[in-house]
């Protein structure tokens, strides 16, 4: 299965409306995956940003798990910064993220991103379970050819 990144992008973009000033698609790794922002926001600023959220998603993912003995699979952040709100979710096997004014209002912000998580989960998630399973035929052929 093959995904557009051009279609992805307009598929973010959805959300772009009111505060929302950015979407992205992190992998859990902290690469910019797919970006749609307003015009001020450039993909210098959402890498460095995809970056930095996962890396604060990671610890927070562990912390679930042994501080509040849970099982350590955070569902939804939400940060307040000087500059506005970053929300993010799991998404696949990457993170959602969505940017937005300090004006934005959270519940809103909330829904958009819930909204397009539930949009975008079935596509994104078959293309994660492919991508999984072409990775470990690719990792037995090197055991494989490693034994010889």
Same mark, same amino acid.
């Given at each position: 299965?093959?995904?557009?990144?051009?279609?992805?992008?307009?598929?973010?973009?959805?959300?772009?409306?009111?505060?929302?000033?950015? +979407?992205?698609?992190?992998?859990?790794?902290?690469?910019?995956?797919?970006?749609?922002?307003?015009?001020?926001?450039?993909?210098?600023?959402?890498?460095?940003? @995809?970056?930095?959220?996962?890396?604060?998603?990671?610890?927070?993912?562990?912390?679930?798990?042994?501080?509040?003995?849970?099982?350590?699979?955070?569902?939804?952040?939400?940060?307040?910064?000087e500059?506005?709100?970053? +929300?993010?979710?799991?998404?696949?096997?990457?993170?959602?993220?969505?940017?937005?004014?300090? @004006?934005?209002?959270l519940?809103?912000?909330?829904?958009?991103?819930?909204?397009?998580?539930?949009?975008?989960?079935?596509?994104?998630?078959?293309? +994660?379970? +492919?991508?999984?399973?072409?990775?470990?035929?690719?990792?037995?052929?090197?055991?494989?050819?490693?034994?010889?």
């Open positions: 299965m093959i995904l557009r990144q051009k279609v992805l992008v307009e598929v973010l973009g959805e959300v772009n409306t009111g505060d929302v000033v950015a +979407a992205q698609l992190v992998s859990r790794e902290g690469l910019l995956l797919c970006f749609s922002g307003a015009a001020s926001e450039t993909t210098n600023q959402a890498a460095v940003s @995809s970056a930095l959220l996962s890396t604060i998603w990671g610890q927070f993912d562990k912390g679930t798990g042994a501080a509040f003995g849970g099982s350590g699979h955070l569902k939804e952040v939400v940060l307040e910064c500059d506005g709100y970053i +929300a993010a979710c799991p998404l696949a096997n990457m993170l959602l993220v969505l940017r937005a004014r300090s @004006s934005a209002k519940g809103l912000l909330r829904a958009k991103l819930h909204t397009l998580r539930n949009h975008l989960n079935d596509p994104l998630t078959i293309i +994660a379970e +492919a991508n999984a399973e072409e990775m470990a035929k690719e990792k037995r052929k090197k055991t494989t050819a490693d034994d010889y």
